[in-house]
Structures are given as C-alpha cells and as structure tokens.
C-alpha cells in the first residue's frame, strides 16, 4: 500500500504501519488487516516504567482528522482465533497517551466490548459480550474529551467510556488497529466507516 491512502468517507488521509498488513478499498471505504502474530497495543500497569514500550508493535491505520468535534464509527468484524485477538478503533498521541475501543476475543471464548485508556500505563475494562461476529463501534471527539459507544445495530448505541488524555487535540490521530497478541494473528475488516464532523447532543441517550 501506499505511504497513505484516502478512503472516500474520511476527509483526511490515513498512514499504515506495518503497510503490507493493511488492504485499503478507497472507493467503498472497507478496510481489512491481516494482523501478524503476537501484536498487541497494551502497558501493563503492573510493568516497570522501562517497559513502557513493550508491547505497542500492533498493525495501525491512522490519521489526522480536521480541527473540532467529531463522530467516527464502522462496524467491526473479526475472524476470532486465540484470546484477545482484536478489531479496533485507536485514538493516538504518543506511546504514553492513547486510547483504544476494541472489539475482542475474551479468556472465555466470548467476543466482546473492551476499552482501554494509557497514560503512562494502560487499564483494562470489559463493557459487555457480543452474541455476534460484529459490532459498530464509535469514537467521538466533544471539546478536548472523547466518549466510546459500542452498537449492536449500527442504531442504539452504548456508552463504553467518557475520557480526556490531555489537552493537545491537534497531535491526535484517529484510525484502525488489528492485534493478536496471545496468536497466530487474525483478520479484521472494518466496513461502513462514516465520519460525522459535530460533536454528540446526548452520549447517554443512545443517539
């Protein structure tokens, strides 16, 4: 793939690392990775500082989106292999400052909802199992805060998280993020990618 690409619903272009995981269909907006073994974006918390970037070699889609609030969602599809293989929606500063809203393999052979916020280190919270191999997933950018809605319809969405890494919203980047870091890799293809440029009414409400 090219050092960047532009998909037809985003209004800003899109860089790949590593770019031979990632096939891009700009025209229908439909992105697919096939995520290398042992990959993962994650700094455990009960970790040294000096491992802080220990495990952040996860394949990632990202890039810059325009100035001002913002609603960026696709539906997320995975082919589960070993636990915590993952499809997700990264938001990105800097090694230690990130945030990601994942569609996941849990321990327990479930797919599921799970969100994770580092600063310095990561925390790890499960929001709810999915009977499905898919999900709609969202981020949204409200001022200099972010809030994760998961949806099972692509209609009715559930707020995951309400969260800020910091003020400097210009240095974010927003996009895509394949791992699989207990596995042999996995594929994960996100589809029906909008991007709305206005902030959310209500993220409690369901809208």
Not at 8 to 22: G, I, K, Q, V
């Amino acid at each position: 793939m090219a050092d960047s690409t532009n998909l037809a619903s985003l209004p800003f272009a899109l860089t790949a690392s590593p770019d031979d995981a990632w096939h891009v269909d700009s025209s229908s907006s439909v992105v697919t990775v096939t995520v290398p073994p042992h990959t993962d974006i994650f700094t455990d918390p009960a970790g040294a500082a000096s491992d802080i970037e220990s495990m952040l070699n996860a394949a990632t889609l990202l890039g810059s989106p325009p100035p001002g609030d913002f609603q960026l969602s696709a539906r997320v599809r995975v082919d589960f292999k070993s636990t915590f293989d993952a499809g997700v929606l990264l938001l990105w500063e800097d090694a230690r400052h990130w945030g990601k809203l994942c569609f996941e393999f849990s321990p327990t052979g479930e797919p599921m909802v799970v969100s994770v916020v580092n600063r310095d280190f990561s925390d790890d919270a499960n929001a709810f199992a999915v009977a499905d191999r898919s999900i709609w997933l969202r981020v949204s950018r409200v001022g200099h805060t972010y809030a994760y809605h998961a949806s099972t319809d692509g209609s009715y969405w559930r707020m995951i998280r309400y969260f800020s890494i910091g003020d400097g919203i210009e240095r974010h980047r927003i996009g895509f993020e394949g791992q699989s870091p207990t596995g042999d890799g996995c594929t994960a293809t996100f589809d029906q990618i909008s991007f709305v440029p206005e902030g959310l009414r209500n993220m409690r409400d369901g809208s």
